[in-house]
């Protein structure tokens, strides 16, 4: 079974810094892999798919990188309405998420 | 844009069953290239996929290994919504849980339904 695990587990960073999220598979998943954003009582939203490519509607500042097992979710430039929890999620598989990674306030 | 609706109770008893409902708007259930799905959360087991239903000429359903068990997904075409139920449920299953559209990814989520399983 794949283990998806994120790093770090929290994230401080302040307003205007670049962030740098991690997301490793225990095996190849290819580029079947999403990122989602989750706020406080909100379901989560779809930010990235495919690895690189960005949902409708998100914003530049979040970039995705990698292939294989090994992901990067970059967020170059912190809005204020970004602080919140991210997840990855494999797609080659049977859908599985990984524990996410809690980006906040410096 | 696609809007899912979720109804259903809160509070479930442990030994019965968990049914939940998901209204679509936007979409139909019958579509071709989309898949309906349910979703959970809850502090000990993270997001947990668990099963979605879709049609291809005819209806599947996939289920997740960890409930496979005691999970049932249905389309219901007159309505165009879905269910969700789990039998047998346990303090365990107790979650946020959320409908969602989505073939590989979820791309559009419903507001999400506590459901605690308690006596």
């Known amino acids: 079974e794949i283990v998806m695990t994120q790093s770090p587990a929290t994230l401080s960073v302040s307003p205007g810094e670049r962030a740098t999220l991690s997301c490793r598979a225990s095996?190849?998943?290819?580029?079947?892999l999403a990122w989602y954003q989750q706020k406080p009582g909100q379901a989560p939203r779809l930010l990235i798919y495919g690895a690189s490519t960005r949902a409708t509607g998100i914003p530049a500042r979040f970039s995705g990188s990698g292939s294989g097992t090994e992901f990067t979710l970059t967020i170059s430039s912190l809005q204020s309405e970004d602080f919140a929890v991210y997840y990855c999620?494999?797609?080659?598989?049977?859908?599985?998420f990984g524990g996410g990674t809690k980006v906040e306030i410096k | 844009q696609v809007q899912l609706q979720q109804s259903g109770p809160g509070l479930v008893k442990p030994s019965q069953t968990l049914s939940l409902t998901c209204a679509i708007s936007?979409?139909?259930?019958?579509?071709?290239?989309?898949?309906w799905n349910w979703i959970r959360q809850s502090p000990s087991r993270g997001l947990e996929w668990l099963g979605r239903?879709?049609?291809?000429?005819?209806?599947?359903?996939d289920y997740a290994v960890s409930v496979k068990s005691r999970i049932t997904i249905n389309p219901d075409t007159s309505k165009n919504q879905f269910s969700l139920q789990l039998n047998s449920v346990t303090p365990e299953d107790t979650a946020v849980y959320y409908c969602a559209r989505g073939v590989e990814m979820a791309t559009s989520w419903g507001q999400g339904t506590l459901v605690t399983v308690s006596s």
């Open positions: 095996q190849s998943v290819s580029s079947n």
């Open positions: 936007g979409d139909s259930v019958s579509s071709n290239s989309a898949a």
């Open positions: 999620q494999q797609y080659n598989n049977w859908p599985l």
């Open positions: 239903t879709y049609y291809r000429s005819k209806w599947y359903n």
